[in-house]
C-alpha cells in the first residue's frame, strides 16, 4: 500500500537558518503530494500542494518539488522565522484511494 | 466559509459515559474523514465517507465507536462507554473530491477520567 516516510524530529534551528524537512512516498499510481501544517491548538492546514511530477509548490516562503524518479517531496525554506515552530506533514492522496496517507510529522522549533 | 466547524471544543467525562462528537464539513465537500491525535501514536485515521457513505471504517478501534453521517452537512462520532485510553484529540475533515487537499477542523479534546 501506499507509505510516507518523513524525516524524524524534533528539528531546532536559530531563526534565519535555513530548513530541509525530508519526505519519501512510495504509490502504486500517481498521486498528489502535499505538505500541512500544524500550529499548537489547531488543526493541520494546508502549506502546499504538487499534483504531477516536477510541479514545485509554494507558499509562505516553503517550497516543496514533487521528484517522481526519486519519490520525495523535500520541505524547503531559505529563513526560518520563529513563527514557522509547528509540526510539518507530508502526505499523498491518490483519486482512486479516496483517502490520504501522512506520515508520522516532523516538530520544528525555532529558536530567536 | 466558516471551515469545518467541530463541537464540543473540549469534552471532560469519566469512564464508562456515552461521548458523541459532532463536525460540520464544509458545504459541498463530498468526503468525510475523522481523525484521532495522540502523541503515542500519532495521526490515525478512523473512519472516511463519501456522499455521506462510510467507505472505510478499519481504523475504528473497537465496537465501541460508532461513526454516523444522516446528511451531507452533519456528522457524529460516538464513543459508548468511554475508557481513559480514548483521551485524545478528535479532528474532522473534508474534502472536495477523492484526490484533493483536507480541510481540517479546529479538533475536540476528550479527556476520560
Known amino acids: 500500500g501506499d507509505s510516507v516516510t518523513q524525516m524524524e524530529g524534533p528539528v531546532t534551528l536559530s531563526e534565519e537558518a535555513f530548513l530541509t524537512i525530508n519526505c519519501t512516498y512510495t504509490?502504486?499510481?500517481?498521486?498528489?503530494l502535499f505538505w500541512y501544517v500544524q500550529y499548537p491548538g489547531e488543526g493541520l492546514q494546508l502549506l502546499l500542494k504538487a499534483t504531477k511530477a516536477d510541479d514545485k509548490g509554494s507558499n509562505k516562503g516553503f517550497e516543496a518539488t514533487y521528484r517522481k524518479e526519486t519519490t520525495s517531496f523535500h520541505l524547503e525554506k531559505g529563513s526560518v522565522q520563529v513563527s514557522d515552530s509547528a509540526v510539518y506533514f507530508c502526505?499523498?492522496?491518490?483519486?482512486?484511494?479516496?483517502?490520504?496517507?501522512f506520515g508520522d510529522g516532523t516538530t520544528l522549533t525555532v529558536k530567536p | 466559509d466558516a471551515g469545518v466547524i467541530q463541537s464540543p471544543r473540549h469534552e471532560v467525562t469519566e469512564m464508562g459515559q456515552e461521548v458523541t462528537l459532532r463536525c460540520k464539513p464544509i458545504s459541498g465537500h463530498d468526503y468525510l474523514f475523522w481523525y484521532r491525535q495522540t502523541m503515542m501514536r500519532g495521526l490515525e485515521l478512523l473512519i472516511y465517507f463519501n456522499n455521506n457513505v462510510p467507505i472505510d471504517d478499519s481504523g475504528m478501534p473497537e465496537d465501541r465507536f460508532s461513526a454516523k453521517m444522516p446528511n451531507a452537512s452533519f456528522s457524529t462520532l460516538k464513543i459508548q462507554p468511554s475508557e481513559p485510553r480514548d483521551s485524545a484529540v478528535y479532528f474532522c475533515?473534508?474534502?472536495?473530491?477523492?484526490?484533493?487537499?483536507?480541510?481540517f477542523g479546529p479538533g475536540t479534546r476528550l479527556t476520560v477520567l
Open positions: 504509490a502504486t499510481g500517481y498521486p498528489s
Open positions: 502526505a499523498l492522496s491518490d483519486s482512486n484511494a479516496g483517502k490520504s496517507t
Open positions: 475533515a473534508s474534502s472536495l473530491v477523492s484526490g484533493h487537499s483536507q480541510f
